[in-house]
């Protein structure tokens, strides 16, 4: 069942500025969906809207079957983790993470028709928290003694203070390093879980989107391109924008056209061609594409040997630059045209351990499997 649903919901801001246009978009009951995206593609505009910072110029917004688009926030059963922790400096971490309890329980803000906790129970609520999050040793500091990653793990614990079902969260954990990001991400995950909370996580980050999210929506211009998991969206991508900015090392593209000759069909490109396999071979003559190959199903040989079996040949390119991910190495090679004195495009291939490349060495590249293919207009997915 679906918490929280919006429906052609669109947002302007002064000036003329579309933040959100038409978007549609279901997270289900309990689940971590990440809205994925480049800067300024409405993400956090988008998570606004559903916590009632913002109002929707049209469409309709519902939260658990009720329509919300004119609730004020506090009757919507939401808490926000923003990128910044926005702590209150003059107050302890203990005072901070029960802040929304005592300010409930002495009358100055209200938000569910929930029983007010005693200050007894305030205390020992504060205190589970602070065990839970390891904060128990730092409730008398005050914000400016605390390192980023302490004060981000009280914003945390203000979030699961305030005992909502939905969880906002908007790059969180964005200015803290990347070990204690990871630590950070477990601990949310873990929690979230346990709670049975409903969460939309914003990042602009692929890596941190694929190691939280059940599933992840890929936002652009302020619309959803494609809601996948992990593997739908890296496997299957609807379109060209989706297919390049999933993955690391991109994927390559290169646009071309179909040839017929002698019953042969080939995709044609500046500097390579590949013929066509059997499902790909319906694909008719003239027609513009652009092709989508993954580093990863791409190899490098600094022979010029025609590999046989699955591997096809590709063609000749130059070595231009490497980098290093982990356990795999990828070198970026230039498609050169005989016509063209300067490279036409430049591509990431997986280099083999054993084979040392180097820079300006003519290299010939040979693909694993078929691209994907879209079309050269639309950057639909054919």
């Known amino acids: 069942m679906a918490c929280i649903s919006l429906a052609g919901v669109s947002h302007t801001y002064p000036g003329g500025i579309k933040a959100v246009n038409d978007l549609d978009l279901e997270v289900l009951d309990g689940e971590l969906l990440v809205l994925l995206g480049p800067s300024g593609c409405g993400k956090s505009t988008t998570l606004r809207l559903i916590a009632g910072l913002e109002s929707p110029a049209r469409g309709v917004l519902r939260l658990r079957d009720r329509e919300a688009d004119h609730l004020p926030p506090h009757a919507r059963d939401v808490a926000m983790l923003f990128q910044e922790e926005a702590l209150y400096p003059h107050l302890s971490v203990r005072d901070n993470l029960g802040f929304s309890l005592q300010a409930r329980r002495r009358g100055w803000l209200r938000w569910r028709e929930t029983p007010v906790a005693s200050a007894p129970e305030v ?140 019953g042969t069909a080939r995709f044609v490109a500046d500097g390579w061609s590949l013929r066509l396999e059997e499902r790909s071979k319906g694909l008719e003559a003239g027609r513009r594409l652009k092709a989508g190959l993954r580093p990863s199903v791409l190899q490098l040989d600094d022979t010029t040997n025609t590999q046989e079996g699955s591997i096809r040949r590709l063609g000749m390119a130059t070595a231009v630059g490497e980098e290093w991910h982990g356990e795999t190495a990828y070198t970026a090679i230039a498609w050169h045209v005989a016509q063209r004195q300067e490279p036409v495009q430049c591509w990431w291939v997986k280099s083999p351990a054993s084979l040392k490349v180097e820079i300006g060495s003519q290299v010939a590249i040979a693909v694993e499997q078929e691209p994907l293919w879209f079309d050269a207009v639309s950057g639909e997915r054919v």
Do not use: C, K
């Open 123 to 262: 205390r020992e609520r504060v205190e589970q928290v602070a065990r839970r999050l390891g904060l128990g040793d730092l409730l008398e500091r005050h914000p400016a003694a605390l390192s980023g990653g302490e004060r981000q793990r009280v914003a945390l614990g203000r979030l699961l203070m305030r005992g909502a079902g939905i969880w906002l969260l908007d790059e969180p954990f964005a200015h803290v390093d990347t070990r204690l990001r990871t630590e950070l991400r477990r601990m949310l995950r873990g929690l979230q879980r346990e709670r049975a909370a409903t969460a939309v996580y914003v990042t602009h980050d692929q890596a941190e989107a694929f190691a939280l999210a059940d599933r992840v929506a890929v936002m652009r211009d302020g619309r959803i391109e494609q809601v996948g998991t992990r593997q739908e969206l890296y496997e299957r991508p609807v379109n060209q924008f989706v297919a390049g900015f999933v993955g690391d090392p991109p994927m390559n593209f290169a646009a071309g056209e179909v040839v017929h000759e002698g």
